[in-house]
């Protein structure tokens, strides 16, 4: 008689991040085990050598399809709580999906759309104070050809020439389906986090007036904002499969829609009335004939259903 | 409904409580010999109060260096032929009160409780002189291990300390046999081990505390039943009695003691609370993936149909808090498979 497999429950040992210790150390009782959340950071599902494959189906049958994945070195865990776990895997009772929805920036949108021209390619603008408005968004009132693409008016409550951010989620394939072809309702985003460095900005929404709240600041002044769909419409609408009811949108998606997250980022007043942490943290750039002091981020949305994450490069920009 | 979390409940979390031991050898050349001439080493630290020194791994200057233990000496105001007007008597009765307020505490007349030989306070013998051996934290982590103490002195003469056998003392028995009569934690009585196995005690072993107060008034020294009375124990041929005296400071007692140590052995404990959470990824869980390479064009990858059994590949177990903060982080060997077929259950230890 052989041994049975005793292999199905592993130990582990964890080790906490730097927010634990800072919890731990606060002694307040926000230090609280709640919930778990399994990652697979390292693997490239690239490598699943089934028909899907690049090269085509692994010559030796199904058994070897994730031969190069299960063979994936894994890193040691990192005490940075950001730096971990950036994709999560995903609990859907169903097993028959053959589409997953996916968060989608939208530069289609007149007012979404990210900067496309040197020395800001792919990059999202934001003006930390009023000079800088008008020298990348003209005066209150210009038209909005005048502006400078992806420039969002981070002083002032947002003039009418202010750019967005836009992301749209939906499952992203005509193969799917049509934009008027119903989206499943399990996989419909409802929650978006987002996370943004607290000293150089804060979230509103497209109109400037309404700031959202932050749930919660971490030790790297993280700082994170848990937005849902029925309680901040302001953020977070459902995009219309009935294409009457969806004109102007210009969803980014091809197939079945989700929904659709829009802000604006609020500059710091840190950022708006020194320049400490620009000559800290940040550079000098010139756009046109402007010189322009500038400090790159990064915005990070994740749904806090389906998991997905896009990061976003953001520059602040002040104007020298 | 598609979700990410999953809550742990008060039947996937448990606690254990684990003890750690270390073996911690101290040979006699790291404690004299070995970083210069005796006397004036370079991991040897004397102060200018005079109160006790301090041994270290390496020369203290250095910051490799580690703290091993400390060395001093002190009698009790009861013990015969002290003479108050000796340079160093105050330094060494207080020293001795110090160590005996901490560890033996007070009688019920509130007066300093001398250390007793055999740990029964109701009478017997005391210990009204003592050399004191104050190990680090750094070695002693929680506790020392009991019945794992010993410590052997050499016998020979000054120059030639390790000629001859060794005399060693050590807790022999305490696991099973140990005092709990001390406001700092349990204690052990100190036995004669070799040459001969004797049941005389020579001095405690303080295990929470790192402490060994060996008694001066014993055998110690290693000279049968007179012991200190007779055998040179210093370079001015001074007798070990004689050094405990007022008249000589403790720091020529310390590296009289020092220059006899021949070996340190003692066994630590660190106490590990541990909390584990039980991860449970039910069959119908943690099957799909946010991973960008997850889906080419909404597309899953590892499926080619969609009656295909969806399949994920689990490397990182994150623990979380109500609002949604990493506070801990666990990483697999190697990537996991999870699909349908399958329920897994991760046993994810936290240690305090």
Redo the contacts between chains.
């Keep these: 008689m052989a041994f049975l497999d005793n292999s199905?429950?592993?130990?582990?040992?964890?080790?906490?991040?730097d927010?634990?210790r800072m919890?731990l150390a606060r002694g307040d009782g926000?230090?609280?085990?709640?919930?778990?959340?399994?990652?697979?950071?390292?693997?490239?599902?690239?490598q699943?050598q089934?028909?899907?494959y690049v090269d085509g189906a692994h010559a030796s049958g199904s058994a070897y399809?994730?031969l190069e994945?299960?063979?994936?070195?894994?890193?040691?865990?990192?005490?940075n709580?950001?730096s971990?776990?950036k994709?999560?895997?995903?609990?859907?009772?169903r097993?028959?999906?053959?589409?997953?929805?996916?968060l989608v920036l939208n530069t289609i949108h007149p007012d979404g759309k990210i900067n496309t021209s040197s020395p800001n390619q792919n990059t999202f603008l934001v003006a930390v104070n009023n000079d800088t408005e008008v020298a990348l968004l003209g005066a209150d009132g210009e038209l909005k050809n005048a502006r400078i693409q992806s420039a969002m008016a981070g002083s002032s409550v947002s003039t009418e020439s202010s750019f967005r951010i836009i992301l749209d989620q939906g499952?992203?394939?005509n193969?799917?389906g049509s934009n008027s072809t119903p989206i499943p309702?399990?996989?419909i985003e409802t929650q978006y986090?987002i996370e943004i460095d607290d000293r150089f900005g804060s979230v509103v929404d497209t109109s400037g007036q309404i700031s959202a709240a932050a749930?919660?600041i971490?030790d790297d002044n993280i700082a994170?904002y848990?937005l849902t769909l029925n309680t901040d419409k302001k953020f977070i609408e459902r995009i219309p499969p009935v294409p009457a009811e969806r004109t102007g949108m210009y969803p980014a998606i091809s197939?079945p829609l989700g929904t659709r997250l829009q802000f604006s980022i609020r500059a710091s007043l840190d950022l708006s009335s020194n320049n400490y942490l620009f000559t800290r943290l940040g550079g000098t750039i010139t756009i046109g004939s402007t010189s322009f002091n500038n400090i790159d981020a990064t915005v990070r949305v994740t749904?806090?259903?389906?998991?997905?994450?896009l990061d976003i490069p953001v520059r602040f920009l002040k104007k020298a | 409904m598609a979700t990410v979390y999953k809550t742990l409940t008060n039947n996937d979390v448990t606690s254990t409580r684990t003890l750690l031991h270390e073996a911690i050898p101290i040979t006699g050349t790291i404690v004299s010999g070995t970083y210069g001439d005796f006397g004036s080493e370079g991991n040897v630290k004397d102060f200018s109060h005079e109160m006790f020194q301090s041994v270290y791994d390496y020369p203290y200057l250095s910051s490799s260096a580690n703290h091993i233990f400390d060395i001093a000496v002190g009698y009790a105001t009861s013990a015969l032929g002290n003479n108050m007007s000796d340079t160093y008597h105050n330094k060494k009765v207080n020293v001795y009160n110090q160590m005996a307020q901490v560890l033996m505490g007070y009688d019920h007349t509130g007066s300093i409780r001398e250390f007793d030989q055999d740990g029964d306070l109701t009478g017997g013998s005391k210990i009204t002189g003592s050399v004191f051996l104050n190990f680090s934290r750094l070695l002693v982590k929680d506790e020392i291990k009991k019945g794992s103490f010993s410590i052997t002195f050499g016998t020979g003469t000054y120059a030639d300390a390790f000629n001859g056998v060794g005399y060693k003392v050590g807790d022999t028995n305490a696991a099973t046999a140990y005092k709990v009569n001390s406001p700092a934690g349990e204690y052990g009585i100190l036995y004669e081990q070799s040459p001969s196995t004797n049941t005389v005690p020579i001095g405690l072993i303080f295990y929470q505390a790192g402490i060994a107060v060996l008694n001066y008034t014993d055998r110690l020294t290693g000279s049968a039943d007179a012991a200190g009375t007779d055998t040179p124990f210093d370079v001015d041929s001074e007798t070990a009695m004689g050094l405990l005296t007022g008249s000589y400071s403790p720091k020529a007692s310390a590296n009289a003691w020092r220059n006899r140590i021949q070996n340190i052995s003692f066994n630590n404990t660190v106490e590990l609370n541990s909390a584990v959470y039980f991860c449970r990824a039910n069959h119908n869980e943690f099957n799909y993936s946010a991973n960008p390479t997850y889906i080419s064009g909404s597309k899953i990858r590892v499926k080619e149909n969609p009656d295909d059994a969806p399949t994920s590949y689990i490397t990182t177990v994150g623990l979380y808090s109500s609002d949604n903060e990493l506070l801990a982080v666990a990483k697999l060997s190697e990537p996991l498979k999870k699909d349908p077929t399958n329920e897994v259950t991760l046993r994810v230890r936290l240690d305090y």
Excluded: C, H, M, W
């Design positions: 199905g429950d592993i130990i582990l040992d964890a080790v906490l991040t927010t634990g919890r926000s230090f609280r085990i709640a919930k778990f959340a399994l990652g697979d950071d390292e693997i490239d599902y690239s699943y089934n028909t899907n399809y994730d994945i299960v063979q994936t070195p894994v890193l040691e865990a990192f005490t709580n950001t971990n776990l994709s999560k895997l995903i609990s859907i009772s097993t028959n999906i053959q589409y997953l929805p996916e499952i992203n394939s193969e799917a309702g399990d996989l986090i749930s919660f971490d994170s848990f197939g749904g806090g259903k389906t998991g997905y994450r």
